[in-house]
């Protein structure tokens, strides 16, 4: 399976989860939220931490939050409503790309000017400190929704469980992998099972 949508971006300061890892005779993919772990499979290099944390504590504690993972009570995940959306900030709904950066100000909105004395940052009269500027006949696809005119709403999904509040996107990324089953480890944590391998979540509310 391809695990990388399940490693962390190439923004998130832990380097060593932009990629697959391998741990313990397993093979890992996290984002720091969502952990899985598969069948070792040898393309993938040994976990290398780069902090005193990461080196010394966590393969550890990764170890040990897998630990007798197998005798867990899965359960089948109740239904999923449909994730909730907001309106594109992208496009303002409109589907297109609207909006694009200023060329005198390349975005930034200001414009710096300096000599050797001084520097001064003056507000760009192209786009009045916006950074953008309106496209008169928008026709190029927005890439913030691909079109869709609508994103998911991260900070507004959240599914119910009988143990707590959880993620329902990542609910849904996780109900797609075949023979998914959950079952509630302790506190915000979760563990679950699917069609080649284990893996668990954080929750965002106890009860
Ligand atoms: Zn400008
Ligand atoms: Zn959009």
Do not use: W
């Amino acid at each position: 399976m391809n695990l990388i949508p399940f490693c962390s971006d190439k923004d998130d300061a832990r380097e060593y989860f932009h990629i697959p890892f391998n741990l313990g005779g397993c093979t890992f993919a996290t984002n720091g939220s969502v952990t899985l772990r598969v069948k070792l499979d040898p393309k993938y290099l040994p976990f290398k931490g780069t902090s005193e944390f990461s080196r010394n504590e966590l393969p550890t504690k990764l170890l040990d939050f897998f630990k007798n993972i197998e005798n867990f009570d899965f359960k089948v995940l109740p239904r999923l409503a449909k994730l909730n959306t907001k309106e594109c900030a992208g496009c303002d709904g409109v589907g297109l790309k609207i909006k694009e950066d200023c060329e005198e100000c390349e975005g930034e909105g200001d414009l710096i000017f300096s000599n050797s004395y001084n520097q001064y940052e003056v507000e760009c009269q192209s786009c009045l400190g916006k950074g953008k500027k309106k496209i008169e006949a928008p026709c190029i696809t927005c890439h913030v929704c691909d079109g869709d005119k609508q994103v998911i709403d991260h900070e507004n999904n959240f599914h119910r469980l009988p143990e707590g509040d959880v993620s329902a996107v990542i609910l849904h990324s996780l109900n797609k992998l075949a023979g998914f089953r959950y079952a509630h480890k302790e506190g915000l944590m979760y563990v679950f099972k699917f069609n080649g391998g284990y893996g668990l979540f954080m929750g965002i509310n106890g009860e």
